[in-house]
């Protein structure tokens, strides 16, 4: 039988209860975090550390060992976690300096996400709304469709897709209420009239299925209350990719559920670079509507694509023939 939690033990208790709730504080949701230092914790008490003075680099590089990260990136995030804490122990002035030594992994060069244009994008919604039904899931083709095309439409996260509630679609404004997300953080994202009908579209079928549904209930639902899990969405697209025969560009990798929400940020900005919209300016409200804490982590998602690169290139040159034409002109 799992052990239930009963709280932070070690001599580190108190320190790691302070530094959780310091990020917190600053919007953090720091679950995974949390469980990253329980496990700290366990391993504290396991080797018998009374102080915090006298944890050791020793003790750090066999706690990691303990916990096998195979990706460069696991293992970072495990080690960044310990670090933080640590430091923080140190600006705290709970410890002279961090028994922390450890270097992260060099990563790997990291693949390209694969980018739905328009074309690819109408034949997965194709393909999903095909999808044949199943005694547990009835309507299974129109709620993949429409879950993939505000994904693809929206940018969401497939998280705040699936957590969505009939009260949170506002079809007056015309608006998603996405609710505490990521970073504990709640956003508006407007959408035009062509998602409009197509959730007003699936809201009625669902209607004339179940029932009117109550406020509080899941918009994306196979019954009449519980919620689509992340994980079932991600199955199900992963099983339609192989029907679309995509073409992948060298160096991409293969389609990813997450590829939609990169997609959607990639054709904003070409979009914007095509109507004469400087990106510079607009990152911050992309930023927004994408739910970020800063334009750093939208950045992530612009990938340069054929179409963005060329897009890119014709603003540098019209850019630099009028400075040309300038200096010529004096």
Not at 64 to 83: D, E, G, K, Q
Not at 162 to 174: G, T, Y
Not at 256 to 285: E, M, Q
Request: with cysteine.
């Amino acid at each position: 039988m799992k052990k239930q939690w009963t709280g932070f033990q070690s001599a580190l208790a108190i320190h790691i209860e302070r530094f959780i709730a310091y990020k917190r504080a600053l919007g953090r949701r720091y679950d995974i975090e949390e469980k990253t230092l329980r496990l700290l914790d366990r391993s504290l008490i396991k080797n018998g550390i009374q102080q915090p003075c006298e944890v050791t680099p020793e003790h750090i590089e066999k706690f990691l060992a303990s916990r096998p990260r195979p990706r460069p990136r696991s293992y970072n995030h495990l080690l960044c976690t310990v670090r933080r804490l640590f430091d923080w122990m140190v600006i705290q002035e709970v410890l002279e300096h961090s028994p922390v030594q450890a270097q992260p992994k060099r990563r790997l060069s990291q693949r390209a996400p694969f980018i739905f244009d328009i074309h690819s994008a109408k034949r997965l919604l194709d393909v999903a709304r095909r999808l044949p039904e199943r005694p547990k899931a009835p309507m299974r083709g129109v709620t993949y469709h429409a879950i993939f095309a505000i994904l693809y439409g929206l940018g969401l996260r497939v998280g705040e897709a699936c957590r969505l509630m009939i009260k949170d679609v506002d079809f007056n404004r015309k608006l998603l209420v996405i609710q505490q997300t990521k970073f504990y953080k709640s956003r508006l994202v407007p959408f035009g009239p062509k998602l409009e009908m197509l959730l007003l579209e699936y809201l009625q079928m669902r209607n004339k299925k179940f029932g009117a549904p109550f406020l509080d209930a899941p918009f994306f639902s196979f019954t009449k209350r519980g919620e689509i899990h992340p994980c079932t969405v991600s199955q199900t697209f992963h099983r339609l990719i192989p029907r679309l025969k995509l073409d992948i560009p060298l160096g991409c990798s293969p389609p990813r559920l997450h590829d939609l929400r990169h997609s959607f940020a990639v054709g904003t900005l070409t979009r914007w670079y095509r109507s004469g919209i400087n990106p510079g300016t607009g990152l911050l409200k992309l930023s927004t509507f994408l739910g970020h804490v800063d334009t750093n982590s939208t950045a992530i998602y612009l990938t340069m694509t054929p179409d963005l690169l060329q897009e890119a290139n014709q603003r540098f040159e019209r850019f630099t023939a009028d400075i040309i034409t300038e200096e010529i002109s004096q």
